[in-house]
Structures are given as C-alpha cells and as structure tokens.
C-alpha cells in the first residue's frame, strides 16, 4: 500500500513564497517521475512542475522562472519552491507521483491536496 501526502499550502499575500512538499510512503520499490498539479475555482486540473528520477524538470510557462521543483530520493520526497506568488496562483495542489511497488507493479499515485491562496 502506497501513501502520497501533500503539506505546504497557506494563505499568502501576492509576491510571497511558499513551498509544497510530497512524501511517498509504503511499499515502494522505486519512484520515477513525480509532478506537481493544480486546480484552481472553476478550471481543470493542470500540470504546474515534474522532475523525473534523473533530475529533468518541466515547468508550465506561467510558472517558469517563479517555481522551482526538487526531489529528495533519500526521503521519497518532492518540493515546489513558489517564489513571487500571484493570486492567479490561487488553486489546490496535487501532488502525483510514478511508483513502482514490490512486484515490479507501477502506477500513479496522488496526495488529497493542499491549498495555496494568494491573495492581492
């Protein structure tokens, strides 16, 4: 059995910082790409960061240059550091992670979410 859980999420004002964290926890065998997601009032859920298990990032345009995404593989563990936040930032983040469980058995896994709001 695998667990993903978000922590991180606060109410902050436009142009202040926070950042997410992810764990991964239970029967896992190895962790590939893991990814943050968004989905703010009204609008469908969005890829915001991921970061595969070599270190390759990807980041949604509005998000580049503000955010950076990082692993610790030594704790199952994914961060998104938000720098320069705008309320248009405001959603609930998800975070989703590929793990393989004892078994060779690989799937996706998501967190309940934790929510960020920014506010002007």
């Known amino acids: 059995q695998v667990q993903v859980v978000e922590s991180g999420g606060d109410l902050v004002q436009a142009g202040g910082s926070l950042r997410l964290s992810c764990t991964a926890s239970g029967t896992i065998f190895r962790i590939d790409t893991m990814g943050w997601y968004r989905r703010a009032p009204g609008k469908q859920r969005e890829l915001v960061a991921d970061i595969t298990s070599g270190g390759i990032t990807n980041y949604q345009d509005s998000v580049k240059g503000r955010f950076t995404i990082s692993r610790d593989d030594a704790k199952n563990t994914v961060y998104l550091q938000m720098n320069t936040l705008k309320p248009e930032d405001t959603a609930v983040y998800y975070c989703?992670?590929?793990?393989?469980?004892?078994?060779?058995?690989?799937?996706?896994?998501w967190g309940q979410g934790t929510q960020v709001i920014v506010s002007s």
């Open positions: 989703n992670a590929e793990i393989t469980i004892i078994g060779d058995i690989k799937d996706h896994y």
